[in-house]
């Protein structure tokens, strides 16, 4: 590296003859054929021909430098401009994150109503239970849009904003040499562009408009992740049972909750309490078998490392999709499916099914 840095003045120092053709000084101060192609150089999207014009201007000697800051200035109003106008979209590429972020935004409110709905007592009222159904189908609609916007390539649209970011923070720290109070002198090269963005009005909503995608693809990488654990179960996890929370997981996740995982325990547990009932002929959540009396005896006997947070049961159909939305019509059953935890356990035998949301140690 020690290496890399003469070698790069080297070469911006070949560049500085191709500026002008005629004296670089004219009676003391700069050409203005030079500070013409100068400021043309230093407003340029080529780094190389940014770092040649600053050399040229410095070695011009100490006469130049008031002409050398008032460029300086001049090419900080241009990369500020052209940030602006790269974020409003109105450069050569359109900007991929204020599209995502309309739609985001959208969606976020619509999360906010939404389960405002999902957790309310409707009473097990069909027309309510319906209308709740047509909600969710609109939330998924709009969810799958966010998602589409979410895939976009940014890459072309960071490089050209990079790009006049780059220019900008180079013009801040030549900049430097004509205050000693600059309030860049303190900033890190490393925290200087996100301050600069910060700075300007664009170039600060572009941050939140990149947050809200980061926050997105943090959110599919999630879902993504727990579906591929899930997928991956040994053969404990059934078909069904997997079918069942991969439903649960995608509704939960238009929702803007995060996903579970199944647990071996936890649904070991609930297979116990399923077969139980099956076996027994009883229907509850309390169950006769000594020690397995109440749903977090019956985690602790299978060996549940963590804590419960609710119990789900249903009989009649063998059906993943009728257990759901059975569930889903049920006040209470519905706010468990989208309650708390990073777990979920599904027990099935025969037409009997048990679930279990709770916070597992090690997930």
């Given at each position: 590296?020690?290496?890399?840095?003469?070698?790069?003045?080297?070469?911006?120092?070949?560049?500085?003859?191709?500026?002008?053709?005629?004296?670089?000084?004219?009676?003391?101060?700069?050409?203005?054929?030079?500070?013409?192609?100068?400021?043309?150089?230093?407003?340029?999207?080529?780094?190389?021909?940014?770092?040649?014009?600053?050399?040229?201007?410095?070695?011009?000697?100490?006469?130049?430098?008031?002409?050398?800051?008032?460029?300086?200035?001049?090419?900080?109003?241009?990369?500020?401009?052209?940030?602006?106008?790269?974020?409003?979209?109105?450069?050569?590429?359109?900007?991929?994150?204020?599209?995502?972020?309309?739609?985001?935004?959208?969606?976020?409110?619509?999360?906010?109503?939404?389960?405002?709905?999902?957790?309310?007592?409707?009473?097990?009222?069909?027309?309510?239970?319906?209308?709740?159904?047509?909600?969710?189908?609109g939330l998924e609609k709009l969810?799958?849009?966010?998602?589409?916007?979410?895939?976009?390539?940014?890459?072309?649209?960071?490089?050209?904003?990079?790009?006049?970011?780059?220019?900008?923070?180079?013009?801040?720290?030549?900049?430097?040499?004509?205050?000693?109070?600059?309030?860049?002198?303190?900033?890190?090269?490393?925290?200087?562009?996100?301050?600069?963005?910060?700075?300007?009005?664009?170039?600060?909503?572009?941050?939140?408009?990149?947050?809200?995608?980061?926050?997105?693809?943090?959110?599919?990488?999630?879902?993504?992740?727990?579906?591929?654990?899930?997928?991956?179960?040994?053969?404990?996890?059934?078909?069904?049972?997997?079918?069942?929370?991969?439903?649960?997981?995608?509704?939960?996740?238009?929702?803007?909750?995060?996903?579970?995982?199944?647990?071996?325990?936890?649904?070991?547990?609930?297979?116990?309490?399923?077969?139980?009932?099956?076996?027994?002929?009883?229907?509850?959540?309390?169950?006769?078998?000594?020690?397995?009396?109440?749903?977090?005896?019956?985690?602790?006997?299978?060996?549940?490392?963590?804590?419960?947070?609710?119990?789900?049961?249903?009989?009649?159909?063998?059906s993943h999709s009728a257990a759901?939305?059975?569930?889903?019509?049920?006040?209470?059953?519905?706010?468990?499916?989208?309650?708390?935890?990073?777990?979920?356990?599904?027990?099935?035998?025969?037409?009997?099914?048990?679930?279990?949301?709770?916070?597992?140690?090690?997930?």
């Amino acid at each position: 590296m020690a290496r890399t840095i003469p070698t790069l003045i080297l070469f911006y120092a070949l560049m500085i003859p191709a500026f002008c053709q005629e004296p670089e000084v004219v009676g003391g101060a700069p050409s203005a054929d030079f500070v013409r192609r100068a400021n043309q150089w230093m407003m340029s999207t080529d780094v190389a021909k940014r770092k040649a014009a600053y050399l040229s201007w410095l070695q011009l000697g100490p006469e130049a430098l008031p002409a050398y800051q008032k460029a300086l200035e001049t090419a900080k109003k241009h990369h500020s401009k052209q940030i602006d106008e790269i974020a409003r979209g109105r450069s050569t590429i359109a900007n991929p994150y204020a599209a995502h972020h309309e739609v985001a935004r959208q969606l976020d409110d619509e999360r906010v109503r939404m389960m405002e709905l999902i957790k309310t007592d409707w009473k097990k009222d069909g027309d309510k239970i319906r209308m709740l159904r047509e909600e969710m189908e609109g939330l998924e609609k709009l969810w799958e849009k966010v998602n589409k916007l979410t895939a976009a390539d940014t890459s072309k649209f960071d490089a050209v904003m990079d790009g006049a970011v780059n220019g900008l923070a180079e013009v801040s720290r030549e900049l430097e040499r004509f205050d000693a109070e600059a309030e860049t002198l303190e900033i890190e090269d490393e925290d200087l562009r996100g301050f600069l963005l910060r700075q300007n009005i664009e170039g600060e909503y572009l941050l939140k408009q990149r947050e809200r995608m980061d926050l997105a693809r943090a959110e599919i990488e999630q879902h993504q992740t727990v579906e591929k654990h899930n997928a991956e179960l040994g053969r404990w996890a059934s078909a069904t049972m997997k079918d069942f929370v991969t439903l649960l997981n995608r509704e939960r996740v238009i929702s803007g909750l995060p996903a579970f995982k199944l647990e071996e325990k936890l649904s070991d547990a609930c297979l116990g309490h399923s077969n139980d009932m099956a076996r027994m002929g009883f229907f509850a959540h309390e169950s006769p078998v000594p020690g397995k009396k109440t749903p977090w005896d019956r985690a602790r006997l299978a060996g549940f490392d963590g804590s419960g947070a609710g119990e789900n049961i249903f009989m009649g159909s063998t059906s993943h999709s009728a257990a759901y939305h059975a569930w889903f019509g049920s006040d209470g059953h519905r706010f468990i499916m989208f309650g708390g935890g990073n777990t979920v356990g599904v027990g099935v035998a025969g037409s009997h099914w048990t679930m279990m949301t709770g916070n597992h140690r090690g997930s």
